[in-house]
């Protein structure tokens, strides 16, 4: 097992070789294996949460479109497309800090249905809940409940004052506790530093995560950090790798931001540790088509840990 101080000599010697090592971690412990997951805004904007990043928080004027709660049929509708296309995961993604009671009846309905009528595996990311909404999630047929850490502890109060890095870590420990596995990951390119990322990298292999979406900040006009620098393409590489060398059996995951990569810079992540992607579209940016993007993993040598769709299936290079 890397030690955090291992990780950050690592990251000092960016290029080719180190994502050459990290790729062969990939494959020695995941195969050629891509998992597939995509989601949907079930509740849109308005949240009174003051994170940075976050374009749906109140305190920002970013100018998107709100809603209390996505309609029940056009929730199932992009569940069973997706499940049509071959995609393995859905998940419903809300925003604010929690759910309540009584909406989490009316989301476990929508998760009901789509249990019943698909194949798709369910997620949930629906802020800050307690154990008995988690329970209600769990009943209604969701196997995996997603609740980023966002960013290292060090770094995290200097992006959010209304709820706490601690806070996300309890939500994670209760979805454990009530059976449930877990997806964390974070958002890079906030202005922390790669001593930072691999920070939050070492928090979450404590924490045992097997799913980490990495996003790439998308700045979005009206929110903090609308003005905040690009990465480089080095640096991206750089942190999916290392986070690789830490999380050595996890699906790294293409999530937010990627539409600001280049096709190739997608091909070479998915040679430097990536081994899972969110496709369509996410919260209040377009994503990628499923269909392009199973192309693509075809091309790199990976096939798909799909739900249903035989022809989707890809073959090992």
Known sequence: MISYTEAVELAKNPGEELYSAANEIRKKFCGNILDTCSIINARSGLCSEDCKWCAQSAKHKTGIKTYPMKNADEVFDSALQNDIKGVKRFSLVTSGRKVGKKEMEKFCEMYKRIREKTNLQLCASMGLIGKEEMLMLKEAGVTRYQCNLETAPSFFPTLCSTHTIED????????????????????????????????LACELRDLGIKS??????????????????????????????????????????????????????????????????????????L??????????????????????CSENQLPKS
Do not use: H, W
Not at 287 to 308: I, N, P, V
């Open 212 to 285: 980490v979406p990495i996003n790439i900040l998308n700045p979005i006009k009206g929110s903090a950090l609308e003005n905040a620098k690009p990465l480089s393409d080095e640096e991206i590489l750089t942190t999916i790798a290392v986070f690789r060398f830490i999380l050595n059996d996890a699906f790294i995951r293409f999530a937010g931001g990627r539409i600001n990569m280049s096709e190739a810079l997608q091909k070479r992540a998915l040679q430097a540790g990536v081994n899972a992607a969110m496709v369509g579209d996410l919260l209040t940016t």
């Open 168 to 199: 996300k870590k309890q939500t994670l420990l209760i979805a454990k506790e009530c059976g449930m596995e877990l997806c964390s990951g974070g958002i890079i390119g906030m202005g922390e530093t790669m001593e930072q990322r691999i920070e």
């Open 287 to 308: 994503g990628t088509s499923a269909d392009k993007d199973f192309e693509m993993f075809k091309e790199m040598g990976y096939f798909l840990s799909s739900s249903t």
